[in-house]
């Protein structure tokens, strides 16, 4: 949800660039993930 409501408060015509992505586990069994990213919006 917060990408969305950047995206709409942005506007029209903005553009973004992946600068990183990655998964790590979320836990000890390794049964889930967290996915982490970041990105430039110009």
């Not at 709409?8 to 903005?14: A, D, N, P």
């Not at 553009?15 to 049964?31: E, F, N, Q, S």
Request: proline share 5%; aromatic share 8%; charged share 20%.
């Amino acid at each position: 949800m917060p990408s969305y409501l950047t995206l709409k408060i942005l506007g029209e015509g903005v553009r973004g660039a992946r600068l990183a992505y990655d998964t790590c586990p979320a836990d000890k069994a390794d049964m889930s993930a967290v996915t982490i990213g970041g990105v430039v919006f110009e």
